[in-house]
């Protein structure tokens, strides 16, 4: 399983008390927002990226990506993942163990949330002087979690990603008004002539 990881900061990561104890939330992801250059794309979250995933994995919350750290599991009951407008919202009761844990996020010692995922789907947009990623489908979602340094992002299936959508991007050969034609299946070639244009547009 090719797994990427991303982190957000996250100023109103909190712990809350309710009648069983202490409460960890806040966003682990957030939709429309671009991230920083990640070795030559920039990448965003479609709503509803996260909807199928939800459903279909049993996420663990880690502290600091360390699975000897869990703070909730979705199986347990102990972790609740939803979907709202502004992105990823997690909620975990951690076990009494995580009182440092609890105590550094309280203090302002911990302010990141990461999160782990593999892509079922993505689109490219090739702009002049950058490429832009957006996650249009999220596959698994194994992990997510507060953390002291956020692990440089894992981009290597994301590159891979890349180098097909540009594979398959046309470059225009004759005319420079005509508007750029994306072919995006996997055989497609990476220059077309008119003849090839022109014919793509028929069928």
């Known amino acids: 399983m090719d797994i990427e990881r991303r982190y957000f900061d996250i100023s109103e990561l909190r712990v809350r008390a309710d009648d069983s104890g202490p409460v960890i939330e806040g966003y682990a992801a957030v939709f ?52 709202d407008k502004r992105g990823l919202f997690v909620s975990a009761k951690p076990p009494k163990s995580a009182e440092r844990v609890i105590e550094a996020i309280e203090r302002g010692d911990v302010t990141k949330m990461s999160f782990g995922f593999t892509t079922e789907k993505d689109e490219w947009q090739h702009k002049k002087n950058e490429s832009i990623r957006t996650l249009v489908e999220v596959g698994q979602l194994p992990d997510v ?51 090839t244009y022109w014919r793509n547009l028929k069928e």
Do not use: C, W
């Open 32 to 83: 429309n927002k671009l991230s920083e250059d990640l070795g030559g794309f920039r990448e965003k979250i479609k709503p509803g990226a996260f909807r199928s995933a939800i459903k279909r994995t049993d996420t663990v919350m880690l502290f600091n990506h360390d699975v000897n750290y869990p703070l909730g599991r979705v199986s347990a009951g102990t972790l609740t993942i939803k979907e």
């Open 145 to 195: 979690g507060p953390v002291v340094f956020p692990a440089y992002p894992d981009t290597e299936v994301a590159i891979r990603s890349l180098e097909r959508s540009k594979a398959t991007a046309p470059v225009r050969t004759d005319d420079p008004k005509r508007p750029a034609q994306v072919l995006r299946t996997d055989d497609a070639p990476g220059v077309i002539d008119d003849e």
